[in-house]
């Protein structure tokens, strides 16, 4: 596609479920990220996908963040058992590169709520 | 540790005026540099890039930044604010083999 999508772009759960979160990167990007943004705030790295090496998950929060890319494509970050702390707006973004030469391109994000 | 620095959390202008939201880094080697707008209710986007060569970069919406090796800066500029310029500018670094890094943001606000 021509840009970054993510789904849902609203997010409203109950406390202790499950939710995921799905980007779909623009077609050959090899680097995709997620990140979270609180309240307007910065942006917390949660994850990083680049082609077929593995995953830096050093930012995922707790053990129940997990996220996976299917086929070098597709990422979708779920999140278990979900508390109020978890809401906020989870944005994607893909790169042509390792994401640092042609800079990201950011999805529309995700708003998460946890009620 | 890398980091990128936005010192100022807000910066207030009145329209019309220039602004600079300033940016420092603390990364080795020669990273590249961004700058990345994020409009109320809207996805980041990207303004403008230095990597190498001249030290002034021009991006979109008519800002630019001034890249600063001996002061590790990359401060943004806009000759004359615009009302519609007012939103959150996040500066980030990467250099190759690590993930990028963004600052906290700034909030500007510009004034009619």
């Known amino acids: 596609g021509a840009g970054v999508s993510q789904s849902p772009s609203n997010k409203v759960t109950e406390k202790g479920k499950d939710v995921e979160l799905r980007c779909d990167p623009i077609s050959g990007h090899t680097a995709l990220y997620w990140y979270r943004q609180s309240l307007g705030q910065g942006l917390e790295f949660l994850i990083y996908f680049q082609g077929n090496s593995a995953p830096d998950k050093s930012g995922l929060p707790s053990d129940r963040f997990s996220a996976e890319r299917t086929g070098g494509s597709v990422s979708t970050l779920t999140i278990q058992r979900t508390q109020q702390e978890d809401s906020a707006v989870y944005l994607c973004a893909s790169s042509r590169t390792t994401g640092g030469t042609y800079g990201y391109t950011f999805g529309s994000g995700t708003r998460l709520t946890v009620v | 540790a890398q980091s990128v620095a936005q010192p100022e959390d807000q910066v207030n202008v009145a329209e019309g005026n220039p602004l600079t939201v300033k940016c420092t880094y603390s990364?080795?080697?020669?990273?590249?540099l961004f700058w990345y707008v994020q409009y109320p209710n809207r996805g980041l986007q990207f303004l403008l890039k230095y990597i190498t060569g001249d030290n002034l970069v021009k991006g979109s919406y008519g800002f630019e930044a001034e890249f600063n090796k001996s002061q590790t800066s990359f401060h943004l500029k806009k000759p004359s604010a615009l009302v519609s310029d007012s939103a959150l500018y996040f500066c980030?670094?990467?250099?190759?083999?690590?993930?990028?890094?963004f600052g906290a943001g700034t909030r500007l606000f510009v004034k009619a």
């Open positions: 980030a670094a990467f250099r190759q083999g690590f993930k990028t890094i």
């Open positions: 990364v080795s080697g020669n990273p590249y």
